[in-house]
Structures are given as structure tokens and as C-alpha cells.
């Protein structure tokens, strides 16, 4: 029984532990078009992922002074990934049925080429995930009805996917 209520005390010590602390600083306004400096001040994460509303992306596409997303007219999810010393960004352009693939290169300060990887009925929601040497993407769309995709893209985000459609119980995704 003292065991029981000691680890019952010290729980939560452990669980508080190894929780991270996401904190982020940044002014808190800012005139149109002006750079917004984000300062991560986040402790004990191991790795992190930047995710936008679609509503907050939905002016035309710009990434940089410089670079405009070509061809790309309804930008609502964007992941940029590492692969072997390269970097991708994929976005899903939803206005334009299509998934987009950025190729900077060995740095993202590279301007990048932009090539459609392939075409869905309202792209919108995407997740790359590597597993072993292996790369695969799940993306959904928006239309009715919802479907879910698998992508496979092999030991490279440079390679055009395999995309199979998930089976799926009807009526099951709602947008």
C-alpha cells in the first residue's frame, strides 16, 4: 500500500518532467507586409512543426521578397521537410486541384524550383513522415466525399510518389 501511495505522489513529478514548454515571442502588432521576427523560447522539444490556419493562408502565396509561388492559387497546408542534406516544401494549392513540391536545394535561403507532384480534388491537409530509409505522405481532400491518400515516395522526396486511396469507412471523413 506505501508503494501505491508514494508512486501515486511522485507521478505527476515525473509526468511535469518531461513534458515540453512551448513558448514563442513576437510583437504584438505589425503593419501589412511588414516581417514578423518569431522567437522560439521553447524548452525540451525535440522537434517542431509550424502549422497555419487555412484562413491565415489564404492571401495570394509569397514565401519571401522574392519568391512567388507560381501556378499556386489556394495555398491551405504546407510541410517543409529535410531529406539527405536537401530541403522540400510540399503545399497543397486547393483552388488548383493540385500538390506542389518546393526543391531548395541543400538551404532554404535558395530560391526554389516548383514542380506539381500531382492532382487532387481539393488537397487539403498534409503529413510526410520518413520510416526506416523510407518516405510516404498521407494527404486528404476536401471535396465530397473526403478521401485520404497514401503517398510513397521511396529513400527520396525527390521522387514522384506511388499514391494509392485508403479505404476508408463511408461517410467517415467530413472535409
Known amino acids: 500500500m506505501r508503494f501505491l501511495y508514494l508512486f501515486l505522489v511522485l507521478l505527476p513529478f515525473?509526468?511535469?518532467?518531461?513534458?515540453?514548454?512551448?513558448?514563442?515571442?513576437?510583437?504584438?502588432?505589425?503593419?501589412?507586409?511588414?516581417?514578423?521576427?518569431?522567437?522560439?523560447?521553447?524548452?525540451g522539444a525535440i522537434t517542431q512543426e509550424w502549422d497555419f490556419c487555412e484562413t491565415d493562408l489564404l492571401a495570394p502565396p509569397q514565401l519571401d521578397n522574392d519568391?512567388?509561388?507560381?501556378?499556386?492559387?489556394?495555398?491551405?497546408?504546407?510541410?517543409?521537410?529535410s531529406d539527405n542534406n536537401n530541403w522540400?516544401?510540399?503545399?497543397?494549392?486547393?483552388?488548383?486541384?493540385?500538390?506542389?513540391?518546393?526543391?531548395?536545394?541543400?538551404s532554404l535561403d535558395n530560391v526554389p524550383s516548383q514542380s506539381a507532384?500531382?492532382?487532387?480534388?481539393?488537397?487539403?491537409?498534409?503529413?510526410?513522415?520518413?520510416?526506416?530509409?523510407?518516405?510516404?505522405?498521407?494527404?486528404g481532400t476536401y471535396s465530397a466525399p473526403s478521401k485520404l491518400y497514401l503517398l510513397e515516395f521511396g529513400n527520396s522526396l525527390a521522387n514522384s510518389p506511388v499514391v494509392s486511396q485508403v479505404q476508408t469507412p463511408d461517410n467517415i471523413l467530413n472535409g
Do not use: H
Open 14 to 43: 515525473k509526468l511535469i518532467s518531461q513534458t515540453a514548454l512551448s513558448d514563442f515571442q513576437v510583437k504584438t502588432n505589425a503593419c501589412i507586409n511588414e516581417r514578423l521576427q518569431i522567437t522560439n523560447l521553447s524548452v
Open 67 to 81: 519568391l512567388v509561388l507560381t501556378n499556386v492559387q489556394g495555398l491551405v497546408d504546407l510541410r517543409v521537410k
Open 88 to 106: 522540400y516544401s510540399f503545399v497543397c494549392d486547393a483552388d488548383g486541384n493540385k500538390l506542389v513540391r518546393l526543391s531548395y536545394g541543400n
Open 117 to 139: 507532384v500531382l492532382s487532387l480534388p481539393i488537397p487539403s491537409g498534409l503529413d510526410l513522415i520518413k520510416l526506416g530509409s523510407l518516405w510516404y505522405g498521407l494527404i
